[in-house]
């Protein structure tokens, strides 16, 4: 029996023209070659398994090869000896370092002294080394001079996976290569040349399936390909084998969800998540792949964002139609609360409730919204239901009938029927339809925040209709001059008084001693506004939460809203407590400065 090879290392790229993915890496390279153009050390980055170590390999084979000129084609011919001593690993211009093992000074070292022999066979030496970002700082600054001056026969290309571990230094002294994540399409594609070669039958929405999974690598989708492939018996990939083999959850459960959601049928959605949970799915993965669903619905409610949506023809036409259903505000709202129980989902004690709780939300978005009430408007904004185009019109017509209508009307009071203003009903001529009478009332127009209406003294006479109570206010306004409140002067005597009446107030209401010392105090007036100087941080915290009771109190009773005030910490003095000898001496000089002078003049000294 033959050993098994798998697919990665079968099928892996010998010629720039069978990379996949990367053709505007591939073309670079090819052209460099051609005009002979070739930088003396290359840095390859990208994700893992998009081919940066078979293009370096690729490369360092394409240039030493014999027979490259004879031919307009660059490609390696596969038949000189410096390609088939490649073929065999048996190659001595070409070198490969893992650097995740060999990342030592030492082994830079190593490296540069072979370095100065040049190639016995061959044009160029090339040395791939593999991780590049693995190598200490101390074997990067010693590889740094070789790097920046190789010997004319030396050709250095780094592979790496994560750039932003890479020196600047080092960046500075390589040609940079982009690797991008290959598209599922192509991913595919491939998968399906391979499986054509293996005489294996497949569907193309099984290969799909394993292209999206493999997430741009192309490795992985291989050793996923391999595993399905063994996974069946028939040797027959189909989706809903892959589906289950991969454990990823189908996109039907997506789209009943999303349904069910859209209804407000939250009993539905709990059961159906029950179903998955039982099918062995992970609540987070399950969040995460209905957010991404909101997202796809939201890339196809526009026609020119709908390429970034990639999916199967088949799964695609459901999304479109599906997207066609779901509001903008729901998927913009479901899209937040999808995120914030992402967010939120490894830190929950009891994370199934966490979910259910995440679906009850969702399940109220319709009501929140009220989305069935909103009507479907089309590109020029009018109403498809004509019954919708005869209310408009209708109301369109009461606005009219509400403008040519000057007869009085009084407001009735919101103590009897309330109501948001006056709104004329339509009796079928156009023209607005008389209120039943009634005796004329006065409107008690409220209090708008930061008005200095008085609080006793809000009513006004309506003579005309109003139509909201914002007119209303502004009418009281224009019209009551004499309702504006003025702030009253007042006294240091009299904010005294009413400070004190507080703080009796405060006590009998079992307020703390430290809060009755804070407001016994004593405090002084600038205009109006009260300083008050605090013993400490305590105090300065049980006043911050009475401030605004008892400036409310304060601006009431002196009926003055300009009433401010602030507080400040009086330093305390801190006395140096006597402890040792020489304290005691430095105390006692203090009174009797001739101790000083007896000290010095008998030469003595304090004892310790």
Request: overall charge negative.
């Amino acid at each position: 029996m033959d050993n098994f090879v798998v697919s990665a290392r079968k099928y892996r790229p010998a010629t720039f023209d069978t990379v996949v993915g990367q053709a505007h890496i591939t073309t670079t390279l090819k052209n460099a070659i051609l005009t002979n153009h070739l930088a003396q050390a290359f840095l390859f980055c990208g994700p893992r398994g998009v081919g940066k170590t078979t293009c370096a390999r690729i490369l360092a084979k394409t240039i030493n090869c014999q027979n490259l000129g004879k031919s307009e084609a660059v490609e390696p011919c596969d038949h000189c000896d410096s390609c088939v001593s490649f073929n065999q690993n048996a190659s001595f211009n070409i070198h490969e370092l893992d650097a995740a093992s060999n990342n030592s000074v030492e082994d830079i070292r190593n490296l540069i002294d072979q370095v100065r022999y040049p190639p016995q066979s061959g044009q160029y030496k090339i040395y791939i080394i593999d991780e590049v970002h693995m190598l200490s700082q101390a074997a990067f600054n010693a590889f740094l001079k070789t790097l920046e001056e190789p010997p004319s026969y030396a050709i250095f290309i780094l592979a790496t996976t994560e750039k932003h571990k890479i020196l600047p230094t080092i960046l500075s002294r390589c040609q940079l290569f982009d690797f991008n994540r290959i598209q599922p399409r192509d991913i595919a594609d491939h998968l399906a040349s391979i499986a054509q070669k293996e005489g294996i039958q497949t569907e193309y929405e099984a290969l799909e399936l394993i292209a999206q999974k493999a997430d741009g690598g192309l490795r992985d989708a291989l050793s996923m390909f391999d595993l399905n492939v063994t996974f069946s018996e028939d040797r027959i990939l189909r989706y809903k084998e892959v589906l289950e083999n991969l454990h990823i959850l189908d996109y039907d459960y997506y789209f009943r969800l999303t349904d069910l959601l859209l209804a407000g049928n939250l009993p539905q959605s709990m059961l159906l998540f029950d179903e998955i949970l039982r099918k062995g799915f992970d609540g987070h993965q399950f969040i995460v792949g209905l957010s991404e669903h909101f997202r796809n619905l939201l890339v196809c409610k526009d026609v020119a964002t709908i390429q970034l949506l990639q999916v199967t023809e088949s799964i695609q036409q459901k999304y479109l139609q599906q997207a066609t259903e779901a509001p903008l505000s729901f998927l913009l709202s479901a899209l937040s609360v999808g995120a914030q129980c992402d967010l939120n989902y490894k830190s929950a004690k009891n994370q199934r409730l966490h979910v259910e709780v995440c679906l009850m939300k969702l399940a109220n978005l319709p009501n929140v919204l009220d989305i069935h009430a909103v009507p479907v408007l089309s590109s020029h904004s009018e109403p498809r239901n004509p019954e919708q185009a005869e209310k408009k019109k209708d109301s369109s017509a009461d606005r009219d009938a509400l403008a040519t209508n000057r007869e009085p009307v009084a407001l009735p009071s919101h103590t009897s029927e309330p109501t948001n203003g006056y709104h004329p009903q339509p009796n079928g001529n156009g023209t607005a339809k008389p209120l039943p009478e009634r005796s004329p009332v006065i409107a008690e127009i409220p209090k708008p925040v930061g008005s200095k209406l008085r609080t006793t003294s809000n009513l006004v006479s309506v003579e005309r209709p109003v139509a909201t109570m914002a007119d209303a206010v502004a009418t009281a306004l224009a019209e009551a001059p004499e309702m504006i409140k003025v702030d009253k002067p007042f006294t240091f005597e009299e904010l005294q008084t009413v400070w004190q009446t507080y703080a009796r107030m405060r006590d009998q209401q079992d307020g703390s001693r430290t809060e009755q010392v804070m407001l016994n105090r004593e405090f002084r007036l600038e205009g109006t506004m009260i300083h008050i100087a605090l013993d400490n941080s305590l105090q300065a915290n049980l006043l911050n939460d009475l401030r605004q009771d008892l400036l409310t109190y304060l601006r009431r009773e002196l009926q003055n809203s300009q009433i401010q005030l602030t507080d400040t910490i009086a330093l305390q003095e801190t006395r140096k407590m006597i402890y040792t000898p020489q304290d005691k001496f430095n105390y006692l000089a203090e009174k009797n400065p001739a101790l000083l002078e007896l000290k010095r003049t008998l030469g003595l000294d304090v004892d310790y």
